[in-house]
């Protein structure tokens, strides 16, 4: 890609008067990700990636801005011993510099490493790659980005700085500095058009090989580039394009490749939009029943709005997804495989219980905005109210005393030799993921009586198992987040779900003499 000597040329810079940072745009399905993703594996292989952080919606630790400098910062530690004795002082006087993001903590956990690391080596660059800065949290984005361009503004001369990111105004307003390059993947200059081709003809070519098509002058030039124009310079089109045809081949054969490829260049497929759209009719065309658009909504509504990615396995173990009138679970592996070209971006060709979905973020905002049908449209507040409760079914069969079945209560969890195999057979990914983010989607709820019945019976019965298994899996820290999210819901929600959960806290007490007064300085004023 041409755009990559651009910026090679900005990081092999490392004079007094260089951009520090280098900031890459462009509208979505630009291949911005893709550049900084190759770039980021170049300098890894020639030891001048120091730090990355990829931001993605999916992924929660990665969109709060909390996380971005102390990220960073433990990668520049294990990079160099002198950075982490660095880092042990500054959070030895100050532990909370880890817990907000803020100008302090970008000095201390980002600036003043970057200065020790370009002290010992002063004639190398130094790299950080920061992926996708628009999809931080839209309350805190203002806030980090000044940060970010404050603090890049005192670097030393050979670190340097890459963020991607769309052309967001707020992000604009703070970048707008003398040490800031910005450079623009534009999708209408001829060299976009030229990738996005080499794109299409290679994985055509892939598409031959694979399927030992009889095609040996396949793809003729027209078809080349009637592709091409429809994706206009976008990499998504691309690669989602490629997808479908695997998808179609796979299920139909090869009698298929020319319909398909008329459905691709017909007028009107070049918006992303509108290729979503003929994936999801092409996938669905044979099924016109409520129950089909209820399982889409079902499981790709849970996608969106997971705090972390999970493995299909442990997905269809958390959703546990049946037709009603039925008790056979849906198959939940051949679902995914129909609609692998939106579900599994840049994932894996196999689809198999180890894949993890992952959603591009244009395709996140199609299937949740007014411009999809109706059938496919995905409700947010519904999604997180069928996981909330998903998260409550695990919990209520997956809980319980003792769940990995230590000989002793005697033993700190760091002096029992084999926890960590006791921890993987007893606590199970879907199991971990409802016990560390139920609240995330509770409080992302309103006040219904069948939510408020779930909370009510965790609070009496589950809340101690609940607390051993953060403790078994080091998230016990968590704990207090959590009551406090539980707390400001039911002060929102509604009178009724106060008084039902100071009703079953007032049932709590530990063995270790705990006592509720105790128990209640973690709960929020509010209550």
Known sequence: MEILDDIRIWASDISDNSARVLWLTGIPGAGKSAVTASFARELNDVGCLWAQFFISHNQANTIDPAHLFPSIARQLADHCHDVADHLYNALKTKRSLVDYIG????????????????????????VVVVDALDEIEATQLAKTAKILAQATAGLPHNAKVLISSRTENIISAAFNERHVKRIHLDTSDPSSARDVKLVLYNGLQAIVEDYQLERATWPEDEILQALCDQAAGLFIWATTALAFLHVQIQRDGEECLDDVLIQLTAEGMKDIDMLYQGILQTAFQQQDDSWAWEKFRRIVGTIVILREPLRLSALAELLDLQKPGTTKRIDLYRFVRRLRPVLMVGAEPTIDENAV?????????????????????IIKSDAEKNLVLACFRVMKTGLHFNICQLETSHLRNVDVYDL???????????????CRFWAEHLRRTTCEVQILREVHDFMYIRFL???E??????QLNIATRVLSFVGKWTEVSCYVARFYLIKALTRITFSTKMTLSHYLQMMPKSL
């Open 469 to 474: 298994v953060l403790s078994l899996i080091n």
């Open 103 to 126: 100008s302090e903590q970008a000095q201390q956990l980002f600036v003043a490493a970057l200065q020790v690391a370009s002290s010992l080596s002063p004639s190398q660059p130094i």
């Open 357 to 377: 979905p992952r959603l591009h973020k244009s395709f996140f905002e199609f299937i949740t905005s007014d411009r999809v049908h109706d059938h496919w449209r």
């Open 465 to 467: 198992n609940w607390l």
């Open 420 to 434: 960590d195999a006791r921890v993987n057979k007893a606590i199970l990914p879907h199991l971990s993921y409802a």
